[in-house]
């Protein structure tokens, strides 16, 4: 038998190399299995080439030019802020290879075969690469991830998406962001600090649908201080370009948008299951192409699992890290009860200002424990905007329920909320009480203290 078609044995071949599918193979290894992983592309996945990482670089580009401007307004003698973008990509990019070699060396270190190709599922045990190899294991993880959706109008290759905006050289002047969840949020208000005139272009009738209400509106206001532009309400219909190049979007109900430079779609992301050889291995689809997976990530075979974004479970880079690690504690480090809890995940809109959520928010809440949810509010100017007179203000919320005032979510939108946000979500996955937090002294002067000080 020829090596091209001598099947390979692993105890787990992992397809897909981004934050899921390394954090599995690295975990598995660990225990003492032979790994194989494919990935015909970047190590890292969207997280590290086209998403979180280069996303809050940017961001952090962008607070610096705020800052900087801030600075102006207390007395220093600075000029206004221009980014060189190619300088700035540069480091980007040097970071993100740092990354990239840092996990060779850990597949290197780990014993863990990479194989730079794709692969897909001839059975329910059997992986082939798209060079014919083949690879065989008795346990699968499918983490390929997901990728960005156009919308289905006349004119929509016009415009561009989020991993076209990672290979963008300079801010255009005038940009349409089409969407409000994440990426079209954070990316908005990246440009715009960046110099861009952006204007964010929602369906619904806010920004950030899922998120706590009233600090979705409160982040509103704030763009529209900061210069963006919000249309509620729009949904695209088609995208034309005129004759001098520029775009102009239409609306179904016949509104049409001012003319831009550039057109972002950030409307949805779908899942990488294509051509994987789902349907020869007998792996089940949601409606919107998702592998289903229960709450230990088994898909309905035996033997086959999947994380990350490829499933319908939340979309974030931890906690795909988080649910692939213990799916390999109990596969082969004998955790026989290991699972990812999804309940109360934190997360973080890296919005301007950043916004962080976790638990339930107040309409949540409400529908679950009708009259008795208690809600406590603090909003206020971080000490920096006040001293500036900049015009940006923060909002922070507590949703509790009961007489004793259990905290049932905790809800952040101001300087800083990013990072204060990890330690008390712990606490609130502990089960505190309002009284937990009056009962902390407060660190002074701080944002941060508004959460133990709030009535």
């Given at each position: 038998?020829?090596?091209?078609?001598?099947a390979l044995e692993f105890d787990l071949v992992v397809i897909g190399g981004g934050s899921g599918g390394l954090a599995a193979a690295f975990r598995a290894s660990e225990h003492g299995a032979r790994v194989a992983m494919l990935e015909p592309g970047e190590l890292g996945g969207t997280c590290v080439n086209v998403g979180c990482v280069p996303k809050k670089a940017m961001w952090l580009a962008a607070q610096l030019s705020e800052h900087i401007a801030l600075a102006r307004e207390v007395g220093f003698e600075v000029a206004r802020p221009k980014l060189d973008w190619c300088e700035f990509i540069a480091d980007r990019q040097r970071y993100i290879a740092n990354i990239h070699a840092s996990y060779r060396r850990r597949l290197d270190a780990g014993g863990i075969v990479l194989v730079p190709a794709r692969g897909r599922l001839l059975d329910a045990r059997t992986v082939v690469t798209d060079d014919g190899a083949r690879l065989v294991a008795p346990h699968i993880l499918i983490a390929t991830g997901a990728r960005p959706q156009r919308p289905s109008i006349p004119g929509t290759e016009l415009g561009q998406v989020s991993d076209d905006f990672f290979r963008w050289v300079e801010a255009p002047a005038h940009v349409a962001v089409v969407g409000g969840g994440y990426i079209g949020v954070e990316l908005a208000g990246v440009l715009q600090s960046l110099g861009s005139c952006v204007e964010?272009?929602?369906?619904?009738?806010?920004?950030?649908?899922?998120?706590?209400?009233?600090?979705?509106?409160?982040?509103?206001?704030?763009?529209?201080?900061?210069?963006?532009?919000l249309h509620h309400g729009f949904d695209p219909a088609a995208l034309e370009r005129g004759g001098d190049g520029r775009l102009r979007?239409?609306?179904?109900?016949?509104?049409?948008?001012?003319?831009?430079?550039?057109?972002?779609?950030?409307?949805?992301?779908?899942?990488?299951?294509?051509?994987l050889g789902l349907e020869a291995a007998g792996v089940a689809l949601g409606e919107r192409g998702h592998v289903c997976v229960d709450d230990r990530q088994n898909t309905n075979v035996p033997g086959l699992y999947a994380v990350g974004d490829v499933t319908d479970r939340i979309?974030?880079?931890?906690?795909?890290?988080?649910?692939?690690?213990?799916?390999?504690?109990?596969?082969?480090?004998?955790?026989?009860?290991?699972?990812?809890d999804y309940g109360n995940v934190p997360t973080v809109v890296f919005s301007h200002p950043p916004l962080a959520s976790v638990g339930l928010s107040e309409a949540q809440a409400r529908e679950r424990f009708g009259e008795d949810v208690h809600v406590y509010r603090a909003e206020f100017r971080a000490m920096l905007h006040a001293l500036a007179e900049s015009p940006q203000r923060s909002l922070f919320k507590l949703v509790c329920v009961g007489e004793e005032r259990r905290v049932l979510g905790i809800h952040l939108l101001g300087d800083g909320a990013d990072e204060i946000l990890q330690g008390f979500a712990v606490a609130l996955k502990r089960g505190i009480v309002l009284d937990d937090l009056r009962d902390t002294v407060a660190i002074h002067p701080t944002s941060a203290e508004e959460v133990v000080l709030m009535k």
């Open positions: 038998m020829s090596t091209r078609t001598q964010l272009f929602v369906r619904g009738d806010r920004v950030l649908g899922h998120f706590e209400a009233e600090l979705a509106l409160h982040l509103e206001e704030n763009y529209r201080q900061a210069g963006i532009a979007i239409l609306a179904r109900d016949d509104r049409s948008a001012t003319e831009f430079d550039a057109v972002l779609f950030a409307t949805g992301r779908v899942p990488n299951t294509g051509d979309a974030l880079t931890p906690v795909a890290i988080a649910a692939a690690r213990r799916l390999m504690d109990r596969v082969f480090g004998g955790k026989a009860e290991a699972r990812l």
